[in-house]
């Protein structure tokens, strides 16, 4: 089964709004990547929090990390029309060393 | 500079048929990835080369697949006899290094339909 899972699947706003997706994980992880991908081909990386962390910034995107309940979110922040795509987070579980496993996804849809 | 690029982008193959599927990844990253992803699924890790270690193999779902990656920079994704449930986008990425902690780079993947 996936590490890595999403919710929700999918997701629809509109523009301007926030749009906050879910990750939750089983085993203990190094750190923790949020992927962007846009019509199915390749993903492009967000943003990577490590176990250590519990909050991380970089422009509009804002992820949390609670290690105790083994879950991430990633907030998009003002939504915008290109920010449509499938996120992905990926994990880094302690002991494989450079495995990420991905989760299924979250189809995000911002309406205009 | 040039990012991770694959071909081709788009294959068709009868089943039964052998296909390769390429992947040059950006120059001077050492780790080279492998994945499949199927129509609204997630990743699906196939292979790892890491420099002039043996590879991780242990995602590869069958003995059709095989993977080579020469002079620890391109890299060849073959699967023979075709089913059609290999169908899917194959994703090759590169990283600098090797960890977890690295961002991982893709391709724009190649769709594979087998028929």
């Known amino acids: 089964s996936q590490q890595g899972e999403e919710d929700p699947q999918a997701l629809s706003i509109q523009e301007g709004e926030n749009a906050t997706m879910n990750c939750s994980y089983k085993?203990?992880?190094?750190?923790l990547q949020w992927y962007r991908q846009n019509s199915g081909r390749g993903l492009v990386h967000l943003i990577l929090i490590r176990s250590n962390e519990r909050e991380k910034h970089s422009g509009r995107l804002r992820v949390t990390l609670d290690t105790s309940k083994k879950s991430s979110s990633l907030l998009i922040t003002a939504s915008r029309a290109a920010d449509t795509a499938s996120y992905f987070c990926a994990t880094d579980a302690r002991g494989s060393n450079y495995k990420l496993t991905f989760g299924k996804g979250t189809l995000l849809t911002v309406n205009p | 500079g040039a990012g991770v690029s694959q071909s081709p982008s788009n294959k068709v193959t009868e089943k039964g048929k052998d296909v390769e599927l390429r992947c040059d990844p950006i120059?001077?990253?050492?780790?080279l990835y492998w994945y499949r992803q199927s129509l609204g699924q997630g990743l699906e890790f196939l292979i790892y080369?890491?420099?002039?270690?043996?590879?991780?193999k242990s995602g590869l779902p069958s003995d059709r697949f095989s993977a080579e990656r020469t002079g620890g920079s391109v890299s060849t994704l073959t699967i023979q006899r075709t089913q059609q449930e290999d169908s899917a986008v194959y994703l090759c990425?590169?990283?600098?290094?090797?960890?977890?902690?690295?961002?991982?780079?893709f391709g724009p993947g190649t769709r594979l339909t087998v028929t």
């Open positions: 080369f890491q420099g002039n270690s043996a590879p991780d």
């Open positions: 085993t203990s992880i190094n750190n």
């Open positions: 990425a590169s990283s600098l290094g090797g960890g977890g902690s690295d961002e991982q780079y």
């Open positions: 120059s001077g990253h050492t780790a």
